[in-house]
């Protein structure tokens, strides 16, 4: 399955975002979607993972409250709705797809190219 990233940008300081995740090539309900942030300096850290259906979801305790992970299985689309966002939160995006719901990188087979979000005034 192929995946790709949009939606980032630069923001201020308590703005928001909404990431995007385009999947083809695959069937998009087999697979765990998750996403994860790399910021300079930094390995890659879990954000927010999804179930196959989206009924559940679980997410990284810097952003919960904050970000809200979706998908639509109809679309082949995910997303990450980012509000209240912080200078810390400044990093490249990557979506993954994989076959278990978990918060380890590793076991994700499938990821997008990333797209880099910038938090500052």
């Known amino acids: 399955v192929q995946l790709v990233e949009s939606g980032g940008g630069l923001v201020q300081p308590g703005g928001s975002l909404r990431l995007s995740c385009a999947a083809s090539?695959?069937?998009?309900?087999?697979?765990?979607m998750g996403w994860f942030r790399q910021a300079p300096g930094k390995e890659r850290e879990f954000v927010a993972i999804i179930t196959l259906n989206g009924g559940s979801a679980s997410y990284a305790d810097s952003v919960t409250d904050r970000f809200t992970i979706a998908r639509d299985n109809a679309k082949n689309m995910m997303y990450l709705q980012m509000n209240n966002l912080k200078p810390e939160d400044t990093a490249v995006y990557y979506c993954?797809?994989?076959?278990?719901?978990?918060?380890?990188?590793?076991?994700?087979?499938?990821w997008g190219q990333g797209t880099k979000v910038t938090v500052s005034s």
């Open positions: 090539g695959g069937t998009f309900n087999r697979y765990v």
């Open positions: 993954a797809a994989g076959f278990t719901f978990s918060r380890v990188d590793r076991l994700y087979k499938y």
